[in-house]
């Protein structure tokens, strides 16, 4: 299964460098602006799209993105409009890699195998689902290798030696490490720490390794980008976008160029990392 | 049971979940990654506790010294004159310390806590009655306490605040989402995703990753196991219905699994429908499908993009978009008959109960008398039905008297 992630690491791999993912939540503030900010995303230097799909309880989820998910669904998103919104990403953009990052129930709701059509055919290229580890593959993991979609596992710093086998097993695409054991913007975590843990996930498997939790800072998405194959941003990126909202949460003039200018300075980091990781 | 048929109808409806969690199509581990080895050796901690005899040993003396078991199986003479029909029984759960069957499933899982080396507690709570259990136990082993409850809940149900407070738990007020017990239970298990490696979830009902659904439900099997031995002692034989109050469905539970195999046995259970279950309600199953939250697919509320509703109950202990796989289970295969009872139905069988037995229940519980007084007169007078009063109504007492003040203008 060769998919735009692949490609997209490959040719990252011959410019030597490491990759910026950036996550930011669909339909936030509204299906509209939201749309807008996707398709800013790769100009301003984003290399592979994660796209948060809006749930009412995510609970591996700081204040910030549950914030984002409620303002989501207030404005009428749902995961059939999420993926017409990959959809018209599509129209204009056939290379950058985007990624559904959500959890189960929504898609269980829509139906498994609906979902997995809908998806590949929207032009999504793969799955970050928050509570399905691999005990649970026979739900959604194994269907979605069978369709032809990336199923990106999460590893974290409690899932050791003998438990990475299991983790890695039916992962694709690239492995996520949760630099931290916690929820999505809070801690930070020491990037030798994170460069130790990213050696030992290698160790298992040749899939390039992405970290993320608790990167905010261009200096910071340097840091690990030197240790790691991709450094991944969320939290930051919807916290730039709600200082831009209005009273009532509605987006404004500067919503966009917010996120943007931070996907920007943020890119010039991970760029400026003096070697990536192997 | 095969995972995916969840109709085929096993020999025996007590031998679930399989090894992997699931009893038919419902239950497993919905988790994230972070929280998934401590699972794993939460279920090893648990079988190793269950096949050592000191640690039933153990729990024996503190069920019977500390919380005050048995509980005593009481004839209600009082309300079967009053409904003419079946001989109604109450299994005193509200008796034990600390005022509800809580307590029971709480003092086990401190208990395992304790085997792992855990020395930070957390706990989920909706009316208060587990969060109360929890810091109850917490202040007896000297472990640190933090309860997660929804900011509504703490507003209802103040008196049970300040139990947990002067028991010296933190309670922590939470602003999320519908500041209820989903939004506790998402809190606490933020908390635990970020505190992995000192910090034991002590779940409040039979829901959760597997293996709380397990285990909770063998340490409120102590109530069945009781009513078994007590029934027997009084009447000689087994009795003919079972009927308890449904939130997560724990009491429910833990009174009806020693009977799910005796086909003679009537079993119901009762969900909290709210106002009405075409309005505002608590039912899942009534007013639910399968979904998966919390660690586990159920029956749940929700819309058709698969978002999570606002459960209504006048009950907070019953306020829960979602209710215990083993339920779910046992409804599609037909073994339990699930109703619902209103927040007016409850209401009325609190001030029943009250006037006519001297026993303030507790809202929840309520609920469970309210289907009483509609299944006992179509019974004969030689029925034993068993109703599980599972907690006290001490703590309902102010909202109750807001409530009828209300009525009343």
Not at chain 1, 49 to 70: C, H, K, R, Y
Not at chain 1, 136 to 151: R, S, T, V, Y
Not at chain 2, 104 to 118: D, F, H, S, T, W
Not at chain 2, 190 to 210: E, K, L, M, S
Request: glycine content about 10%.
């Amino acid at each position: 299964m060769s998919t735009r992630i692949d490609a997209r690491f490959t040719e990252l791999a011959k410019q030597g460098r490491s990759a910026f993912v950036t996550y930011v939540m669909a339909g936030d503030p509204d299906p509209t602006t939201s749309l807008e900010i996707i398709k800013a995303l790769p100009k301003a230097g984003a290399d592979i799209i994660e796209l948060g799909v809006p749930f009412t309880d995510p609970m591996a989820d700081g204040p910030s993105i549950q914030a984002a998910g409620l303002r989501a669904l207030k404005a009428g998103m749902t995961l059939k409009k999420t993926l017409g919104m990959v959809r018209d990403f599509r129209k204009d953009d056939d290379v950058t890699p985007l990624v559904l990052m959500g959890y189960y129930n929504p898609i269980y709701i829509y139906g498994v195998d609906k979902f997995l059509a809908d998806a590949k055919t929207a032009g999504v290229d793969g799955l970050i689902i928050v509570d399905l580890p691999p005990e649970e593959d026979d739900e959604l993991c194994l269907p979605a290798m069978k369709a032809g979609l990336n199923f990106i596992r999460l590893a974290t710093p409690t899932t050791d030696d003998k438990r990475l086998p299991a983790v890695l097993a039916n992962t694709s695409g690239f492995v996520y490490y949760v630099s931290i054991t916690g929820i999505t913007g809070s801690a930070s975590a020491d990037s030798n720490v994170v460069g130790e843990a990213v050696a030992r996930i290698k160790r298992h498997t040749r899939l390039p390794v992405c970290v993320g939790f608790g990167i905010r800072t261009p200096d910071a998405a340097r840091a690990i980008a030197e240790r790691a194959n991709g450094a991944v941003v969320g939290t930051a990126l919807v916290d730039a976008l709600r200082g831009t909202l209005d009273a009532e949460g509605r987006a404004t003039g500067k919503s966009v160029a917010a996120v943007a200018d931070l996907v920007t300075a943020l890119a010039q980091g991970v760029r400026g990392a003096k070697q990536a990781a192997e | 049971m095969n995972p995916g048929q969840p109709n085929s109808l096993p020999n025996s409806f007590r031998t679930g979940p399989d090894e992997r969690g699931h009893f038919g199509n419902f239950g497993g581990r919905f988790v994230a990654e972070t929280l998934m080895p401590l699972i794993l050796d939460l279920e090893k901690a648990y079988a190793a506790a269950k096949a050592d005899p000191s640690f039933a040993a153990e729990m024996k003396g503190f069920l019977k010294h500390y919380v005050g078991r048995p509980s005593p199986l009481y004839f209600a003479e009082r309300l079967t004159e009053h409904l003419g029909g079946a001989k109604v029984y109450f299994k005193r759960e509200e008796l034990n310390h600390t005022g509800s069957h809580k307590v029971n499933n709480v003092l086990g899982q401190i208990m395992v806590a304790r085997r792992m080396g855990k020395k930070r507690i957390i706990a989920e709570t909706g009316a208060g009655q587990h969060g109360v259990a929890t810091a109850t136990l917490c202040a007896r082993f000297g472990l640190e306490c933090i309860v997660y409850m929804g900011a509504v809940d703490v507003a209802r149900q103040a008196p049970n605040v300040f139990r947990m407070e002067m028991l010296g738990a933190k309670v922590i007020p939470v602003q999320s989402g519908t500041r209820t017990l989903k939004d506790a239970m998402n809190e606490a298990l933020r908390d635990w995703v970020t505190n992995v490696h000192n910090t034991f979830y002590c779940i409040g009902t039979i829901a959760g990753p597997h293996p709380y659904p397990m285990m909770v439900r063998d340490f409120q099997c102590v109530i069945g196991d009781e009513t078994r031995e007590q029934m027997q002692e009084v009447e000689g034989r087994l009795p003919d219905s079972l009927v308890a109050c449904i939130g997560g469905g724990s009491n429910a539970m833990g009174l009806f699994h020693p009977f799910l195999d005796d086909p003679s046995v009537e079993i119901f259970g009762v969900e909290a429908a709210g106002h009405g279950l075409t309005q505002l309600h608590a039912a899942s199953i009534a007013g639910g499908r399968a979904g998966v939250l919390h660690g586990n697919r159920t029956y749940l509320l929700m819309d058709d993009d698969g978002q999570i509703q606002d459960a209504h109950s006048i009950s907070a202990g019953l306020d829960y978009p979602g209710i215990g796989p083993e339920h779910s289970w046992l409804y599609e295969n037909g073994r339990v008959t699930y109703l619902s009872a209103t927040d007016d139905e409850a209401l009325a069988a609190f001030q029943l109960l009250s006037r006519l037995e001297g026993i303030i229940p507790a809202l929840e519980s309520a609920h469970a008398i309210a289907k009483v007084v509609e299944l006992a007169p179509k019974r004969p007078r030689d029925h034993l039905m068993v109703v599980n009063l599972s907690g006290r109504g001490d703590k309902d007492i102010p909202q109750v008297a807001e409530f009828l003040k209300g009525e009343k203008k």
